[in-house]
């Protein structure tokens, strides 16, 4: 799988990344290098979560959260 992500200039220094494709998949590094790493790092992280349902119970709620 090859995904797209964006580098920008952090205004305290160093790198920070941003995968459009997965949203809330960012992280950041003080060098190009250490950057990549914590992004294909952090790409992975995204991918690994279990987003298959849970078990629900028919007394459970489903709500909303705005924040």
């Known amino acids: 799988m090859t995904l797209k992500a964006i580098i920008h200039k952090a205004d305290e220094g160093g790198f920070w990344a941003e995968v459009p494709a997965l949203p809330g998949c960012v ?3 003080d060098t190009l290098p250490v950057l990549r790493a914590n992004i294909k790092e952090a790409i992975e992280g995204w991918l690994s979560v279990n987003d298959e349902p ?4 028919a007394d459970d709620e489903v709500i909303e959260v705005a924040v």
């Open 54 to 57: 849970q078990e629900s119970h």
């Open 27 to 29: 992280t950041q590094g």
